[in-house]
């Protein structure tokens, strides 16, 4: 029958990004009737069925021994907060240094995970026997494809992710319009990631899934590869893309709860505006950057809503800042006149969809390549993150605030918001999985 109910497996990665972009569109197919079950990362536990889906869940590593009655229970996406934690202070480096010391180890961190994960993903598609499995991740998982059912890949990171010569390369942060460095940044990745994506590709071979692109850790899909990032900002100028590959201009999900503005929050003096700080659950875990951002707008004319993360009780705001560990992101920025972020994709293209300038302070991965994008194009502006002066701040926030750019962005987030990704992708998902 071809409508009949499908089974949709999501395997996302671990943190907040890739999941809640799952969530979105898995929502979309789960209201259309069609069962979705999420093989996601342990520490997600009953965070996605209280959302309507089936949860089969994966440890990505031996369960920790625990220490006290009581404390077993980890908060969600804990696996890769406990990670870049621990690595935060490689962030500090200039892009091209972190390949040996962040990226290398943050590679190997992901294949330990999909090894170990494999023969319980093994088991979850011979329990939920899909209909098709979405995963959005950036390693490969051979199980997924080699369940003998469609296969379809989303990108939720930076679309540089897919390589070409034309433009600047992944996790870089270089500009689109000067080739100084890329070369080198190529060749430097090449050296410090091919021994380990070698050794990576000849066990994905063993367990009998195709080999993987060349220094690629993850296989694209031969029907349906999807990506979150709007038209306005793509790159397809300098690297078109084949017929398998969807943009998608946005993927908000619809499953966070209204944020209703606190009274402090309304009835600001003239001058004053109302931002978004968030440097991400990841971002945020980084208690002497938050402190510094506290300090440095706390002494601004304007309001802040702060996302204040799993360290929030290690700083207190400022009198002109509201906060919460976690807050309904995507209800919030509608409400603000500009987001101060680290630049991660679902924050990035969120603040697109609503016509948000930005500030943007990088930290790692794709956030450098967003951050540098945004800045190229004039739609928000890029500091050092860590070396930001309070003029510089103070410069930044004059430029987002310009009634010019808020208007320029609120026109692109009305055409963002017109092409309604979220539905596109839940649309090539069934297509995929009807065959």
């Known amino acids: 029958m071809v409508n009949r109910p499908l089974t949709i497996l999501f395997m996302p990665e671990s943190a907040y990004g890739p999941t809640n972009q799952c969530i979105g569109v898995g929502d979309v197919l789960r209201r259309r009737g069609h069962r979705v079950v999420f093989a996601a990362e342990s520490s997600w536990k009953g965070k996605l069925d209280v959302l309507g889906f089936e949860e089969d869940l994966v440890d990505l590593s031996p369960p920790a021994q625990i220490k006290e009655a009581g404390s077993g229970e980890q908060d969600a996406g804990q696996f890769w907060r406990d990670f870049i934690r621990d690595t935060a202070p490689e962030f500090r480096k200039p892009t091209v240094d972190q390949l040996e010391t962040f990226m290398k180890p943050t590679w190997q961190a992901l294949i330990d995970g999909s090894r170990y994960c494999e023969p319980q993903l093994a088991a979850i598609l011979e329990r939920v026997r899909p209909d098709a499995v979405v995963e959005d991740n950036v390693i490969a998982f051979p199980a997924l494809l080699t369940a003998g059912v469609p296969y379809v890949r989303i990108v939720s990171c930076n679309p540089l992710e897919v390589p070409g010569q034309d433009f600047p390369p992944a996790y870089s942060g270089l500009s689109s319009d000067d080739r100084a460095g ?233 055409r963002v918001r017109a092409r309604n990704g979220l539905r596109h992708g839940a649309d090539i998902i069934e297509s995929a999985a009807r065959g």
């Open 182 to 414: 890329w070369a080198s940044f190529r060749a430097e990745y090449d050296r410090t990631q091919r021994g380990i994506w070698g050794a990576f590709n000849a066990w994905v071979v063993e367990r009998g899934a195709p080999p993987l692109p060349d220094l690629e850790f993850v296989h694209t899909s031969e029907l349906a590869n999807l990506y979150v990032f709007p038209q306005e900002a793509d790159y397809t100028a300098s690297r078109p893309l084949g017929s398998t590959w969807h943009r998608l201009d946005s993927s908000v999900r619809e499953t966070d709860q209204a944020y209703e503005l606190p009274d402090g929050l309304r009835g600001r003096p003239a001058g004053s505006a109302l931002i978004y700080l968030s440097l991400g659950s990841l971002g945020s875990a980084d208690v002497d950057l938050m402190r510094r951002l506290v300090d440095v707008l706390g002494r601004t004319p304007h309001r802040y809503i702060v996302s204040t993360g799993p360290q929030h009780s290690e700083y207190q705001l400022a009198d002109n800042m509201v906060g919460a560990e976690f807050l309904p992101q995507t209800t919030v920025i509608p409400q603000v006149d500009v987001v101060i972020t680290h630049g991660g994709n679902n924050t990035t293209t969120e603040s697109l969809h609503f016509g948000k300038p930005m500030i943007l302070l990088p930290l790692f991965w794709d956030q450098h390549d967003n951050a540098q994008r945004m800045h190229e194009l004039g739609f928000g502006v890029r500091l050092a993150t860590y070396t930001f002066t309070d003029e510089d701040m103070d410069r930044a926030l004059v430029t987002v605030l310009d009634p010019g750019l808020r208007q320029r962005l609120t026109t692109i987030g009305e």
